[in-house]
């Protein structure tokens, strides 16, 4: 009789939850995700319809956000604008110590994406030759943490140096112009300043680029993990296709960015798209950024940027993004 009672009872119990998972999957109507250029899977997901296709039958639609930024993304999940935003590893990690309360789910791509760049006719051909310039940049992104990074290994500080902070398409358009002496810089519109500008790229560090990664709010991973494995269905669907079309992916850039074919074949040339699954390359490499960051003292140095790493990368949908 007990063990009738008590099987009833976590059966009951059980159910009530299974309900409520389906009850609150079934209040989403609408998905909200960005887009963006930095980001060629996200192109390629919004213009073949696959997560509209995937969503379809629970009549979800899908509201698409323009990112500029990873600065962009992150302030548009932290004021709930969007579920889900696509920035760089460290600047994910920034946001996360600062407060942001997202996941990372999810690598889109494996960049070189930003270096240091500066025009032909200022005779910088090093970091050190910094101290004292114009320095465009866009606090928050990848771009701003490898400035920082790399003016920490030539003995330098932001401090060293006149930041002038812009959005990533005016900070190529004051370096072209002549209004600052250097640029932190990011693809595609890096690609084109070396393409159509004669810009140089006097400073590199592949290893110093963070990943590209898909960011979730934890509210909406917490109360819908089964929508947050269809997304990554998709953005699996759209990545294979990207690897197996790359002559569609090139145009796709082309259409959205409205650069000539030889610059995004440039952006290309520095962009992996064969890694999906978040995992421990992703720890290592933002938790190594995090700690020179803190060094730096961009980062509190009471700061656990290690808990802030485990904090903030979840592995738990993994199988959805293999």
């Known amino acids: 009789m007990r063990l009738t009672r008590r099987f009833l009872l976590t059966a009951s119990l059980a159910t009530g939850i299974a309900s409520f998972a389906t009850a609150a999957s079934a209040q989403v109507k609408e998905i909200r995700i960005d887009y963006a250029t930095y980001n060629p899977v996200s192109l390629v997901l919004k213009d073949k319809g696959f997560l509209e296709k995937e969503l379809a ?46 996941k990372s789910i999810y690598v889109y791509s494996r960049p070189e994406w930003t270096a240091l760049v500066t025009r032909k006719d200022t005779g910088i051909t090093k970091v ?57 810089g990011l693809d ?8 159509e500008s004669g810009a140089t790229l006097f400073h590199r560090n592949a290893a110093a680029n963070t990943w590209g990664v898909l960011n979730v709010t934890e509210t909406f991973a917490k109360e819908n993990p089964a929508l947050v494995s269809r ?27 409205k650069l000539p074919e ?12 064969t890694h999906s699954t978040i995992g421990q390359p992703q720890v290592d490499t933002v938790l190594a950024a995090g700690l020179a960051l803190q060094q730096a003292g961009v980062i509190n140095a009471g700061t656990d940027v290690k808990a802030a790493v485990d904090s903030l990368i979840d592995r738990s949908f993994a199988t959805a993004a293999r």
Do not use: C
């Open 188 to 195: 595609p519109l890096m690609a084109a300043a070396e393409v």
């Open 262 to 273: 030889t610059v995004i074949e440039r952006q290309l040339e520095r962009t992996e798209l």
């Open 128 to 184: 050190e030759d910094l101290k004292g310039k114009r320095v465009a940049v866009t606090r928050g992104t990848d771009p701003h943490i490898f400035l920082v990074r790399s003016l920490q290994d030539a003995k330098l500080t932001e401090k060293d140096v006149k930041l002038v902070l812009l959005q990533h398409p005016d900070g190529r358009t004051a370096l072209e112009r002549g209004d600052v002496d250097a640029w932190a």
């Open 57 to 102: 039958k629970d009549g979800i639609t899908v509201r698409w956000v323009q990112s500029l930024g990873s600065n962009k993304a992150l302030e548009f999940l932290n004021a709930g604008s969007i579920d889900f935003g696509s920035t760089a590893g460290a600047a994910a990690l920034i946001g996360k110590i600062n407060g942001n309360p997202i």
């Open 231 to 257: 997304v990554l269905k998709a953005y699996e669907e759209a990545r294979a296709y990207s690897l197996a079309n790359r002559d569609e992916l090139k145009k796709t850039l082309v259409s959205y960015t």
